[in-house]
């Protein structure tokens, strides 16, 4: 059997960096769309408290995963982006262009692609239909080395509340599937349904 990953996104609603909580409306989707998630061998979760509490709210027990952690922000931490421009525009300019900056102190673009890209290699070759919960930039540095993008294009990738993203491995590479899972708003029409499009084939 081999890997087939799932990453699911938990987007908090804080403005600050490294802070926030899920918002109600997200609280009620991801109660939702666990009716609409298949099941997993295994359920890894980032150690921030969105994604304790997308857990909590799909009714899944998830393992904690400390690699799969959000961004080191550093001095950062806690503040608005607004904050950090008024008081740093040149730190927030270079961390937004240059993969290699860390003008907070914390971690730099590149540093947390190669960090989830070990992680990633880690997974054992027998892992079987796995789900992480995780951050939306953990998402995208692993879409940067599934893509075999360059580092800089990480801030060009959009990743939406309870996105799915699934990786599966082929002949040396990752084959990348994006789905969304969506709540119909027809009043009375059903369940979730999950849209999906293959990316990487």
Not at 1 to 21: E, I, P, Q, S, Y
Not at 118 to 139: C, K, M, Y
Not at 142 to 148: T, Y
Not at 175 to 188: H, K, S
Request: hydrophobic letters at 40%.
């Amino acid at each position: 059997m081999k890997v087939h990953l799932t990453l699911l996104c938990a987007t908090a609603g804080g403005a600050a960096f490294g802070d926030g909580r899920l918002s109600e409306r997200g609280l009620r989707e991801a109660c939702s769309a666990g009716a609409a998630l298949r099941p997993y061998s295994l359920t890894l979760r980032a150690p921030s408290f969105p994604c304790a509490q997308m857990a909590d709210a799909l009714g899944m027990e998830a393992t904690l995963e400390p690699a799969l952690r959000d961004f080191d922000y550093g001095e950062w931490r806690g503040r608005t982006v607004g904050e950090v421009a008024a008081t740093d525009p040149y730190g927030l300019s270079a961390w937004l262009t240059d993969p290699d900056s860390a003008p907070h102190g914390g971690e730099s673009v590149r540093h947390l692609c190669r960090r989830t890209a070990n992680w990633l290699s880690s997974l054992p070759p027998d892992t079987g239909r796995a789900l992480a919960i995780t951050e939306p930039a953990v998402v995208r540095a692993l879409l940067v080395l599934a893509l075999s993008a360059p580092a800089r294009a990480f801030w060009h990738l959009d990743v939406p509340p309870l996105s799915a993203v699934s990786f599966t491995p082929r002949g040396g590479r990752w084959n990348v599937r994006l789905d969304r899972i969506t709540l119909n708003d027809r009043a009375g029409s059903g369940p979730l349904e999950r849209r999906g499009s293959a990316l990487v084939t």
